[in-house]
C-alpha cells in the first residue's frame, strides 16, 4: 500500500495550490479518503473527507468554502485544491484512506488505515 502526497510548495497569501495524492496498492474505490494537516507545533488535524464514491464530502470549519476535495478512482488519484490559502493554512498535508463502511463520514485521524508521508505547503509574503 502507498499514498504519495504531491502539489505542496511555497505561495503567497491569497494564492491557489492543489495537492494530489497517488494511491496504489489497494482497491482506491472501495476506500474513503481523508486529508489532514500538522503545523509546526501542533498536532494533526482533520481538514477534508471525500467518500469512496465521492458521493459524500466533509470539510473543518477553517477550510469551508476555500478548499474542495475530490478524487478520480479510475486514476486512483485524491485531490485538494486550495484556494484563498493564509498564511494559518502553513503545515504539511497527509492523505489517509479507511476502508469505506455504508452511512459513516470518517474524520477522526486515528480511524484511518493507510498514510502518506505528506507535503509541504508554506503561505507567507
Known amino acids: 500500500v502507498q499514498l504519495v502526497e504531491s502539489g505542496g510548495g511555497l505561495v503567497q497569501p491569497g494564492d491557489s495550490l492543489r495537492l494530489s495524492c497517488a494511491a496504489s496498492?489497494?482497491?482506491?474505490?472501495?476506500?474513503?479518503m481523508g486529508w489532514f494537516r500538522q503545523a509546526p507545533g501542533k498536532e494533526r488535524d482533520f481538514v477534508a473527507y471525500?467518500?469512496?464514491?465521492?458521493?459524500?464530502?466533509l470539510y473543518a470549519d477553517s477550510v469551508k468554502g476555500r478548499f474542495t476535495v475530490s478524487r478520480d478512482n479510475p486514476k486512483n488519484t485524491l485531490y485538494l485544491q486550495m484556494n484563498t490559502l493564509k498564511p494559518e493554512d502553513t503545515a504539511v498535508y497527509y492523505c489517509?484512506?479507511?476502508?469505506?463502511?455504508?452511512?459513516?463520514?470518517?474524520?477522526?485521524?486515528?480511524?484511518?488505515?493507510?498514510w502518506g508521508q505528506g507535503t509541504q505547503v508554506s503561505v507567507s509574503s
Open positions: 489517509a484512506a479507511v476502508f469505506s463502511r455504508p452511512a459513516t463520514v470518517v474524520s477522526k485521524q486515528t480511524d484511518y488505515e493507510y
Open positions: 496498492g489497494f482497491t482506491f474505490s472501495f476506500y474513503d
Open positions: 471525500i467518500k469512496h464514491n465521492g458521493g459524500r464530502t
